[in-house]
Each structure stands twice: as structure tokens, then as C-alpha cells.
């Protein structure tokens, strides 16, 4: 079959790959100058330092099989995700464990004891939360949650802790032992040539074509058997039912003779610093020697119609708006919406690949079985 994806990131790219080693012909189309979507990385012409073009990825998992899948493509090194956070001029480590706690509250506490500790402070006249502040005050109290969740939460989402939902804090978000390790996957790591080297080496198949700087056009799909879409699902209908909301990220670029922050991921948890965090991007490749440093401040805010679409907000009017494209596409035929665009979720690396590997398996199911191949193969 002809198969058309129109997104070269690692939905576009893991699906091709699958279908072109059943044997059918892949068509990968990208309107931007490069491969690899959002997980795109580069060196950076001035330093050389390999550069998360569009935020820091760290690739975190504990499923096997994708892990051997990525280790196929790419040597994968070891690397640990070890964030820090400036609060009133004071630095602690993230996520909040008994290092935090001890320097934030000037103890010496043993486990047992910061679990009692933290349980005193914690606001237990709440018992039924509603909010994400409410939530946060009855695990932590008023003092980690200024420090350490308000502020930050504010500027990431542009609107109080008091208008998000409880369920964004499920469990107890405090560790009482010195792991300072931000994901507990068990498979983690950083690709040695970046991203976009492992993207271009899943791509690299004779039954491959990829076409930059090319946007998706009605007339493609016509000449195609099946098309996967990874690009935004309103933009598929020509937003006619109005846009989905999200957040993007401004990035502002500078650089440093030197070590600029001692670490990748500085977290800024004051309401009056304006940017979110700032990231060096020269920490990510540990294994490699700089002496220059170059670093992007990250400043979030919602997304406009030019915008580049990063984080979904899936509120209550974003669901609704949902639910009226997901009932449209799945009256569409020949097209299945894939990866993060595509459904409108957050989803991992880890879960971008493991969708891709089942979507290609299931529309080969379909295809042996005759059946018509749904809008949808994964949730949405
Ligand atoms: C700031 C940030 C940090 C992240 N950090 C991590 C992390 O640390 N670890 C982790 O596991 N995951 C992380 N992720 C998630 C990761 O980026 C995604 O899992 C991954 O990018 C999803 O790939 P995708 O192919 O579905 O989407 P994308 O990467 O967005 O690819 C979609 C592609 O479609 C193209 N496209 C869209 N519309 C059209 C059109 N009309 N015509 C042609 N092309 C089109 C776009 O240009 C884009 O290249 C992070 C995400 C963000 C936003």
C-alpha cells in the first residue's frame, strides 16, 4: 500500500518504519526544516553543545521492548534526571525529599520522622479536595506548597492552583529518603548523538521517503491508500469547530563562557521570576567536554494560532471541544490520528513508541482481516 504520515516525529516515524518492513511504501511529510518533531535535537553552530531544541527530553521507561526498540537505533548512555529548584534565593533538590525537607526546614530528620513531620503540617481540615491547591495543602501544608508548587504551577499553567483539577496531585508528591532520581523507570537514558540521529536511523529504509518544509494538502491524501495523521487534530478540520488549547514555550537563548548553573534543570519556583526554569544544555551530554555553555530560559504561556502547540490543556472546555473532533474524525475514513497532536494528550517518548508499535500492528490486523481500519487505534 501507498501510506501516507504526515508528521515526522517519533509517531511518523516509528509507524513508517514498522509499515515499510512489512513492505508497504512510506511517505513521511514535515512542513518544518527537520525531522524528529518536538524531540529534535542539534549541535548548537556557536559552542557545539547538543542542543534540546524544543525542551529538555529525557528518555525514561520500563518497558522492555521499547527500550530494546530505541537501543536498536541509537547508543543509549546513562543518564539521571536530577532537577533543582531556586525559591527565594535559597537552592533545594527536586522532586521534594528528605533533603529538601531538612534544608527547607532547617532539621535533621530521620525518614520516620519528617513522614510524622510532614503529616503535622499537612491541612487536615481539607478531606474532600477539589482543587490542586486543595490537594497540595492536605499532603504537604501551606509552606511546601508556596515554596515549591504554587508559584511554579502558576506560571506553567497561567491560572491559579485553585482552577486546576485535584487529580494533577494523585499521590503524596514527597520522597522520605535522599532519591533525588526524577523518574523511578527503571530503563533511563540519553541517546550519545541525540534525538534526531536515532529518529534518522528508525527512517532510514529503502521503503522511506521523507519530504521537509511540506505541509499536508487534501490532494496528498488522494493519493494515498491510508494516511496516519501526527499533526494537531483540530487542524485536520481546519479548526472549523474552533482550537483545542495549549501551552507553548518561549525559549530565550543565551550564552556562557563556563559553567553557567552546575546542573541541566534549574527550576525558578518564585512567582516574580517570570520563566518557568532554565536548562544547560551542555548537562544533558555529561559524557562530552565544553568549555563554552549555552542555556535557554523557558517562559510558558497559552498558545496562540502561530504558535508552536507543546503542552494540552484538557479543561473543562477543551473536553468538550474534544469530544466533538474525536466524534467528526471517527466518522472520517482513511485516516488514523496518531501521537501527542493527533489525540490530544501528553504522552512520553516511551508511550509515543509503544502507541506506534501497536497502531502499526493493529492496521496490519485489520488490513490480513479485511476489516476497516478505525480513526483511532490507541485511546484518545
Ligand atoms: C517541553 C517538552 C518536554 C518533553 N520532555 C520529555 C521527556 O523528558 N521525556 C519524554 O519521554 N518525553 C518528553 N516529551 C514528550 C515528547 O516530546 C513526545 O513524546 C514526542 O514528541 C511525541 O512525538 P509525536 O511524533 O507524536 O509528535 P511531534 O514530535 O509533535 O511530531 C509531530 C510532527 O508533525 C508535524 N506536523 C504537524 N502538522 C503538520 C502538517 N499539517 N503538515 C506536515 N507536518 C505537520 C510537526 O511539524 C511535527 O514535526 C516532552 C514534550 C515537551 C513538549
Not at 520522622?113 to 501551606?142: C, K, M, N, W, Y
Not at 540521529?197 to 491524501?221: K, R, W, Y
Not at 491508500?225 to 499533526?231: L, N
Request: include cysteine.
Amino acid at each position: 500500500m501507498q501510506i501516507l504520515l504526515v508528521g515526522a516525529g517519533l509517531s511518523g516515524a516509528v509507524i513508517g518504519r514498522f509499515l515499510a518492513e512489512a513492505g508497504h511504501q512510506c511517505r513521511i511529510i514535515d512542513r518544518r526544516p527537520h525531522i524528529g518533531g518536538n524531540c529534535h535535537t542539534r549541535r548548537d553552530d556557536e559552542t557545539g553543545v547538543m542542543m534540546h531544541v524544543y525542551g529538555p527530553h529525557i528518555f525514561h521507561t520500563d518497558d522492555r521492548q521499547v527500550w530494546d526498540y530505541v537501543n536498536r537505533f541509537a547508543e543509549f548512555l546513562p543518564y539521571r534526571n536530577r532537577v533543582k529548584t531556586t525559591v527565594g534565593n535559597k537552592v533545594f533538590s527536586l522532586p521534594i525529599n528528605l533533603l529538601t525537607i531538612n534544608q527547607f526546614f532547617g532539621k535533621a530528620l530521620r525518614p520516620d520522622e519528617a513522614r510524622d513531620f510532614i503529616a503535622s503540617r499537612a491541612d487536615h481540615s481539607i478531606t474532600d479536595p477539589v482543587s490542586f491547591e486543595e490537594q497540595a495543602l492536605r499532603f504537604v501544608g501551606a509552606d511546601l506548597y508556596e515554596a515549591f508548587f504554587k508559584g511554579y504551577t502558576e506560571k506553567q499553567w497561567g491560572c491559579s492552583p485553585r482552577d486546576l483539577p485535584a487529580s494533577i496531585l494523585k499521590r503524596l508528591p514527597v520522597r522520605f529518603n535522599y532519591d533525588d532520581n526524577y523518574f523511578f523507570h527503571r530503563y533511563q537514558g540519553m541517546p550519545r548523538q541525540g534525538y534526531t540521529q536515532m529518529i534518522q536511523a528508525i527512517l532510514d529504509h529503502p521503503g522511506i521517503t521523507v519530504e521537509l518544509n511540506t505541509d499536508f494538502s487534501p490532494d496528498m491524501s488522494r493519493q494515498a491508500d491510508h494516511v496516519f495523521w501526527s499533526g494537531p487534530l483540530d487542524g485536520f478540520f481546519d479548526y472549523r469547530l474552533g482550537r483545542l488549547g495549549y501551552r507553548t514555550l518561549d525559549f530565550e537563548r543565551f550564552t556562557y563562557d563556563g559553567d553557567y548553573q552546575g546542573c541541566a534543570v534549574m527550576n525558578y519556583g518564585d512567582r516574580a521570576v517570570p520563566y518557568t526554569r532554565i536548562t544547560e544544555h551542555k548537562h544533558f551530554s555529561p559524557w562530552e567536554d565544553h568549555r563554552h555553555s549555552v542555556c535557554y530560559r523557558e517562559y510558558s504561556r497559552a498558545a496562540g494560532p502561530d504558535d508552536i502547540p507543546y503542552y494540552p490543556i484538557r479543561l473543562v472546555r477543551e473536553k468538550a471541544l474534544l469530544e466533538e473532533y474525536l466524534t467528526k474524525a471517527r466518522q472520517t475514513r482513511g485516516v488514523t490520528f496518531v501521537g501527542r497532536l493527533g489525540t490530544y494528550r501528553y504522552l512520553d517518548m516511551d508511550v509515543t513508541i509503544r502507541e506506534s508499535m501497536d497502531t502499526a500492528q493493529m492496521f496490519l490486523t485489520h488490513l490480513k482481516n479485511g476489516k476497516a481500519i478505525p480513526a483511532f487505534l490507541t485511546d484518545a
